[in-house]
T-cell receptor, first 112, second 114 residues
């Protein structure tokens, strides 16, 4: 059972378009992390959010943590081919330190 | 320096071989992890070390044996593996005791068991 549900599973868009990836759960998390992974490589940490309602921006990427700390979203503005990759959300809980719960991932393809 | 290094990058081994995977970080992180990732799946936790002591073993078969020689190094010893153990093996590290600390992953070792 996947504690964190990511949607959509796959997203294909043209360069310059915007996209949003969602990460939802019925559980409360103490922190939520977003990663991007390219084929054959390890996941690269994009951001960590810990406060309900928190919004963080990283250039064209905007991350939001839900008020109840059960969900998160990643919005990319004016996507570029370099944004192509597998986006993974992962949640941490204070009572199970060391165990990140990963979502199944969203494969994003940005074509020129 | 936010880099976790892993060697080798690729490994092919027979079911009777013994090999080791190595991981190194110099970020001062006191938590280190081994993950296994199959194609098109998220990483699965195998082991967690906290302050060089094994903290979590996710019921991993004994043919996988982790070792943490010091605070910067993490090894995974492999013996008598099965073809279904073929996967990308990822090492990660994080700060211990910091709420919301992110995990930093290495590039992984692509393992093929014949």
């Amino acid at each position: 059972t996947q504690l964190l549900e990511q949607s959509p599973q796959f997203l294909s868009i043209q360069e310059g378009e915007n996209l949003t990836v969602y990460c939802n759960s019925s559980s409360v998390f103490s922190s939520l992390q977003w990663y991007r992974q390219e084929p054959g490589e390890g996941p690269v940490l994009l951001v960590t959010v810990v406060t309900g309602g928190e919004v963080k921006k990283l250039k064209r990427l905007t991350f939001q943590f839900g008020d109840a700390r059960k969900d998160s979203s990643l919005h990319i503005t004016a996507a570029q081919p370099g944004d192509t990759g597998l986006y993974l959300c992962a949640g941490g809980k204070a009572d199970s330190w060391g165990k990140l719960q990963f979502g199944a991932g969203t494969q994003v393809v940005v074509t020129p | 320096d936010t880099e976790v290094t892993q060697t080798p990058k690729h490994l092919v081994m027979g079911m009777t071989n013994k090999k080791s995977l190595k991981c190194e970080q110099h970020m001062g992180h006191r938590a280190m992890y081994w993950y296994k990732q199959k194609a098109k799946k998220p990483p699965e936790l195998m082991f967690v070390y906290s302050y060089e002591k094994l903290s979590i073993n996710e019921s991993v078969p004994s043919r996988f044996s982790p070792e943490c020689p010091n605070s910067s190094l993490l090894n995974l010893h492999l013996h008598a593996l099965q073809p279904e153990d073929s996967a990308l093996y990822l090492c990660a590290s994080s700060q211990r005791g910091l709420a919301g600390a992110g995990w930093y992953f290495g590039p992984g070792t692509r393992l093929l068991v014949l």
